[in-house]
């Protein structure tokens, strides 16, 4: 049993009549780790949690949460489970601690423990003076935390966190990725999913890069890197749509790979440094001026671009 | 444990929405209060309050035959002064030059001439015209002025077609007609017409007599009519709002499915029962405050005695049941909150009026009408807080009680059914 992943998931499928929003995903969790689904909206990723959640049945396959399946024994995953879902799902017209308690209760709470954990995910969570003013005057930072605390309150073995920095300020954008690490530092097994590459390789022991349903990379951060090997990504700009420049930078040698959206393109090359003088003169020649430019080393985004020809802001 | 807790949770939130309580507790109380205001009075012993009406009445009319003999304008005189008139008109008899001359100012408000020759004209089916002259402002007063003469007109005309009629047989017959036979006639059609007039006013038929049942003995203290129009007035209001909170606080399920907080109650470990009824106990609890509120107040500000207890307690009970009921059978249908408001105000306003809540104070509905009612939840719960009213007995109000329950349970189990294969 103390081998035995904290999240394995086998073959899961979620289909929505003709739509087959998850496809076969595969993946463990280890103890104690920090595991990101990565991968533009709509690649499955709230899908998947929601199945691992018990909110949705899945259409075949089953996963195992710290060994109890997600079909059969439901109560045992949910008693194991912390849950921060995408949208803010608290009670705008009670207070913070009032919402606290009430979640507490759900999670089978009472009394002097209940008291004293609401106390204590307050305190984590920064809300200590602002206990009893209304959610609804929260700001969106503040309701964001409190979000994430309640998740906390029956120290669950482990936690699923469904994009919990959309539409915040870096400040609490911030705060959030911090208690993440903190929480993981108690012990906890963290589940993240997120389109923003950052915070996957801030983060993440293990990555699971999705797309249309499915688990197209998977791995540590640098395991994941060597997929696009030595290549360098170059992100520039030009003053004109010329199809024709494109061509001749597609049959380029050392070019990779191009895309080209909003007016910007990304490159996959081999060496930047070679290929960098001769797109320019290329581009004078063809009368087309480059504007601005941007070299990065590999990174996730390199890697999304490799496997899928699309940029993970998709 | 954990369905309490929900349920409390939803209490809380009710009672902290301040537009919720105003449509639990002072809509009803304040439509009833202003119905109260309106026409609450109109069975007491003041009744109804209208200004009286200064009629100038200048009668140049003669009688047919001497000073004993009938006069048509002295009978006009007389409807206008008989008693009970006196509350909406006060007449004065004067000469001509002075009733048109006295009209808009601070003598008369309306002037009334009686024509000379008018009884003989009347006699010989010659045209006549009464004037009435009106001043400025119209009043409640002249109009009934105005009905009061068209119907006396209306009454010459009818005396008019009956000497014709007795003209025509005695012609038939070859009879000479005697002397004064004419005049007899349209005396006799003038008595008999006013007599049907003020049948028709007071709704009591000579020739019919309706003894009413003795009343079975009860703890009802005596009620005036407008106590009891404004009690079943009270009551519909309050079937109408009970239904409505009922409905209203069914949406919560709609409302925490679009904050999020149902998914997340659906992660945590608390069976879907457990959810859905913590959901149910809290329906239950706020319309049993809303009632006992209700009852409460409304027999404070307006005193109305809402019957024996134990038929109170069957209605209260079978009521709140029926407004849960149906509250959650029409929430089980609703995919959204935007949805929710106009279907909710459709079908509570349409089932209320149907159920008859809206016509609580008007007499004499059409029988088909009352039957239409038992359509509805409300026009059971209606009927049965009528009998509560009317101060039967529990045993007397059991059977509506149970209809009224049953309709609850069936939409109950229903809205039930729909909404856990919904959520499954």
Not at chain 1, 238 to 247: A, G, V, W, Y
Not at chain 2, 69 to 88: I, K, N
Not at chain 2, 168 to 185: D, I, K, S, Y
Not at chain 2, 256 to 280: D, M, Y
């Amino acid at each position: 049993m103390t081998n035995q992943p904290a999240i394995s998931v086998q073959n899961l499928h979620k289909d929505f009549g003709e739509i087959q929003a998850v496809q076969g995903v595969s993946f463990d969790v280890q103890d104690g780790e920090i595991f990101s689904l990565l991968g533009p909206n709509g690649a499955g990723k709230t899908t998947t949690i929601s199945m691992l959640s018990c909110l949705l049945a899945p259409t075949s396959g089953d996963a195992l949460i710290k060994g109890h399946s997600i079909i059969r024994e439901q109560m045992d995953v949910k008693r194991a489970i912390g849950v921060v879902p995408q949208e803010l799902a608290l009670y705008p017209d009670l207070s913070a601690r009032e919402n606290l308690l009430f979640w507490g209760k759900m999670y089978g709470l009472r009394g002097k423990e209940l008291d004293q954990r609401t106390n204590e995910v307050l305190d984590l969570i920064g809300l200590v003076d602002r206990q009893k003013g209304a959610v609804t005057k929260f700001s969106g930072g503040m309701k964001r935390r409190l979000n994430i605390g309640i998740a906390l309150l029956h120290r669950p073995q482990v936690i699923y966190m469904d994009e919990p920095t959309v539409g915040i300020d870096p400040q609490s954008r911030r705060s959030i990725l911090d208690s993440v690490k903190e929480l993981n530092r108690q012990g906890m097994t963290v589940l993240y999913t997120t389109h923003y590459m950052e915070e996957a390789q801030e983060l993440s022991d293990h990555i699971a890069i999705m797309d249309h349903g499915q688990v197209i990379a998977y791995g540590t951060h640098d395991e994941l890197i060597e997929i696009v090997g030595e290549a360098d990504r170059i992100d520039l700009t030009i003053n004109t749509e010329s199809e024709r420049i494109l061509e001749t930078w597609r049959t380029m040698p050392g070019v990779e790979q191009i895309t080209a959206e909003d007016g910007r393109l990304t490159l996959l090359v081999n060496d930047s440094n070679t290929v960098l003088p001769a797109l320019f003169e290329s581009s004078n020649r063809a009368g087309v001026r480059i504007t601005s430019v941007q070299i990065q080393e590999p990174n996730l985004e390199s890697v999304f671009l490799h496997l899928t020809g699309r940029a993970l802001r998709d | 444990m954990k369905i309490l807790d929900l349920a409390f949770k939803d209490l809380l939130r009710n009672f902290r929405n301040a537009f919720g309580l105003v449509m639990m507790v002072v809509a009803p109380l304040l439509i009833s209060g202003l119905l109260y205001l309106a026409f609450g009075n109109m069975g007491g012993e003041e009744g109804l309050q209208i200004p009286v009406t200064r009629v100038q009445v200048a009668n140049l009319d003669q009688p047919v035959g001497g000073a004993e003999g009938a006069s048509v304008g002295q009978m006009l005189v007389d409807a206008l002064t008989q008693e009970g008139m006196a509350r909406f008109l006060q007449v004065t008899e004067t000469d001509e030059a002075t009733a048109r001359a006295s009209v808009g100012q601070e003598g008369a408000d309306v002037a009334l001439i009686i024509p000379a020759q008018l009884t003989e004209r009347a006699y010989a089916g010659e045209e006549a015209a009464i004037t009435l002259i009106k001043g400025d402002g119209s009043s409640i007063g002249t109009s009934v002025l105005e009905g009061i003469v068209n119907s006396f007109v209306d009454g010459l005309a009818g005396a008019k077609v009956t000497t014709d009629v007795i003209t025509e047989q005695f012609a038939q017959r070859g009879l000479a007609m005697p002397a004064g036979v004419t005049q007899q006639a349209s005396q006799q059609y003038a008595q008999w017409s006013q007599s049907l007039g003020d049948t028709m006013q007071s709704g009591e038929p000579s020739t019919i007599q309706v003894v009413a049942p003795a009343p079975a003995e009860s703890a009802e203290p005596e009620q005036d009519l407008g106590a009891q129009i404004m009690a079943s007035v009270v009551a519909g209001m309050m079937i109408f709002f009970v239904f409505f909170t009922g409905a209203s606080t069914a949406e919560s399920i709609i409302k925490e499915q679009e904050e999020g907080t149902l998914a997340r109650l659906f992660t945590t470990p608390t069976s879907q029962s457990v959810i859905l009824g913590g959901k149910f106990v809290a329906i239950f609890l706020t319309l049993i405050v809303q009632v006992i509120v209700l009852l409460i107040s409304s027999r404070l500000l307006f005193g109305i005695w809402w019957g024996t207890a134990g038929a109170l307690l069957l209605m209260s009970v079978s009521m709140i049941v029926a407004a849960a009921g149906l509250g959650v059978f029409v929430m089980s249908f609703i995919q959204n909150t935007r949805q929710s408001g106009p279907v909710l105000g459709g079908v509570l306003t349409i089932t209320g009026m149907l159920g008859g809540l809206m016509t609580t104070g008007i007499q004499n509905l059409p029988a088909a009408y009352a039957t239409v009612n038992l359509f509805t939840p409300q026009g059971w719960a209606l009927r049965g807080w009528q009998f509560v009213l009317a101060g039967e007995s529990a045993g007397a109000v059991l059977g509506t009680a149970l209809v009224t329950l049953a309709w609850g349970v069936i939409l109950f189990a229903v809205g039930v059914m729909l909404m856990r294969k919904r959520f499954a």
